[in-house]
């Protein structure tokens, strides 16, 4: 049977001539190997220097002969050796043309280099990747969580990625409900994949040796993929998990700029369905109510990207920016009046948190993966959409 395809990316480069010539004048610097330049941990660089810990790794991705296999940040191909001597092909993702050139350099001229594509970019920025069965990858930390949503985003699933992170994080991808580092990555990751532990691996298997320890995790998606749409349950996450530790009421009613969304997403719902909305003003007593009930909230700010897992990780900016917006509101005593619309759409997010699953008194960090599905069903159920 034909494995399904996605585009090639126009960032890719899938021969190695490009990196012919740079890779030849590199060969020219003093010393060989990992000391030809310096490593820029800026972006992440610190090569896994033990081969017993990369042949593990490769050992845990149970790769096929037929397999072709997602590399991100190959450096200097420690891992892709060992991948290509089990894998039928190995696309290399490097943002570092200096890397690209080192791995080109490693590769030329053997039978293995016609079964390396390399394409040099940020795997991040990439809108869609080619087809692959398994991701290996000694994942630079700052993309950790990016590149942990993106392939769990990837249509059609690998088969598994194995994948190093800071042990904190790695730790993140296990965390249950009332932990501390239980998070919007642990139910996003628990919900889509099954995620097992592969190994610890110390700073000093790595040349620069970084600043934490690290984990190798596995993670297999589930297979069939959960019946929901990703965007809209990433979206719910998302708005919860801004204060894992307030009540889920004043997460989405206290949250001006979350109702604003959630009513403009509600407009669209109601314009392709030929649902007629009044959008009229509040008359003075509905409009009384209503700010008497945003009164008894803790009016914040969202702007949709954040993903504050614990308000201690919060920068003092922000924290100090939020105060400043929350004292605003509440000393303003002319604040904007709601309209009908505005007023039916906190009526039926009301209505899905206190009545149909009875969890507006909840906090996201205490809410498990079945507490998440019941408040998308719900706010579906109502027209309330978070994409």
């Given at each position: 049977?034909?494995?399904?395809?996605?585009?090639?990316?126009?960032?890719?480069?899938?021969?190695?001539?490009?990196?012919?010539?740079?890779?030849?004048?590199?060969?020219?610097?003093?010393?060989?190997?990992?000391?030809?330049?310096?490593?820029?941990?800026?972006?992440?660089?610190?090569?896994?220097?033990?081969?017993?810990?990369?042949?593990?790794?490769?050992?845990?991705?149970?790769?096929?002969?037929?397999?072709?296999?997602?590399?991100?940040?190959?450096?200097?191909?420690?891992?892709?050796?060992r991948i290509l001597e089990k894998a039928k092909r190995v696309i290399a993702v490097e943002q570092d043309p200096r890397m690209a050139a080192e791995l080109t350099k490693r590769f030329q001229g053997t039978p293995a280099a016609k079964r390396l594509e390399l394409i040099l970019g940020d795997v991040i920025k990439i809108p869609e990747l080619p087809y692959f069965d398994v991701?290996?990858?000694?994942?630079?930390?700052?993309?950790?969580?990016?590149?942990?949503?993106?392939?769990?985003?990837?249509?059609?699933?690998?088969?598994?990625?194995?994948?190093?992170?800071?042990?904190?994080?790695?730790?993140?991808?296990?965390?249950?409900?009332?932990?501390?580092?239980?998070?919007?990555?642990?139910?996003?990751?628990?919900?889509?994949?099954?995620?097992?532990?592969v190994m610890k691996v110390g700073k000093n298997n790595f040349n620069p040796p970084p600043q934490v320890e690290s984990n190798v995790v596995r993670i297999t998606p589930k297979n069939p993929r959960p019946q929901i749409s990703y965007e809209e349950w990433d979206g719910l996450l998302r708005i919860a998990f801004v204060r894992k530790n307030r009540v889920l009421r004043s997460?989405?009613?206290?949250?001006?700029?979350?109702?604003?969304?959630?009513?403009?997403?509600?407009?669209?719902?109601?314009?392709?369905?030929?649902?007629?909305?009044?959008?009229?003003?509040?008359?003075?007593?509905?409009?009384?109510?209503?700010?008497?009930?945003?009164?008894?909230?803790?009016?914040?700010?969202?702007?949709?990207?954040?993903?504050?897992?614990?308000?201690?990780?919060?920068?003092?900016?922000?924290?100090?920016?939020?105060?400043?917006?929350?004292?605003?509101?509440?000393?303003?005593?002319?604040?904007?009046?709601?309209?009908?619309?505005?007023?039916?759409?906190?009526?039926?997010?009301?209505?899905?948190?206190?009545?149909?699953?009875?969890?507006?008194?909840?906090?996201?960090?205490?809410?498990?993966?079945?507490?998440?599905?019941?408040?998308?069903?719900?706010?579906?159920?109502?027209?309330?959409?978070?994409?």
């Open positions: 049977m034909a494995k399904p395809t996605r585009k090639p990316s126009n960032g890719g480069v899938s021969k190695s001539d490009p990196y012919a010539g740079a890779a030849a004048r590199k060969g020219k610097s003093k010393g060989t190997g990992n000391n030809i330049f310096k490593m820029n941990t800026d972006i992440g660089q610190h090569i896994l220097k033990n081969p017993g810990v990369a042949q593990a790794i490769v050992d845990k991705a149970d790769l096929k002969q037929s397999d072709i296999v997602l590399e991100v940040g190959p450096g200097t191909g420690n891992l892709t050796t991701c290996i990858s000694n994942t630079p930390y700052q993309i950790s969580s990016p590149l942990t949503f993106k392939l769990l985003a990837t249509s059609p699933s690998p088969r598994s990625a194995v994948l190093m992170f800071q042990r904190e994080f790695a730790m993140r991808l296990f965390a249950k409900p009332g932990e501390k580092l239980y998070s919007r990555l642990s139910v996003n990751a628990q919900m889509w994949a099954k995620v097992d532990h997460g989405f009613l206290g949250t001006s700029s979350v109702m604003e969304m959630l009513e403009s997403n509600y407009k669209t719902f109601c314009a392709q369905n030929d649902i007629q909305l009044d959008d009229g003003p509040l008359d003075d007593a509905a409009a009384a109510d209503s700010m008497d009930v945003d009164a008894g909230a803790e009016n914040d700010e969202w702007d949709g990207i954040m993903d504050v897992d614990d308000e201690d990780d919060m920068p003092d900016f922000f924290k100090e920016e939020t105060d400043r917006k929350s004292k605003k509101m509440q000393e303003n005593p002319n604040r904007k009046k709601k309209g009908k619309v505005s007023e039916l759409v906190r009526s039926k997010v009301k209505k899905v948190l206190e009545v149909d699953t009875e969890l507006a008194d909840r906090r996201a960090r205490l809410c498990d993966e079945g507490d998440f599905l019941k408040l998308l069903y719900a706010f579906n159920q109502e027209g309330i959409h978070f994409s």
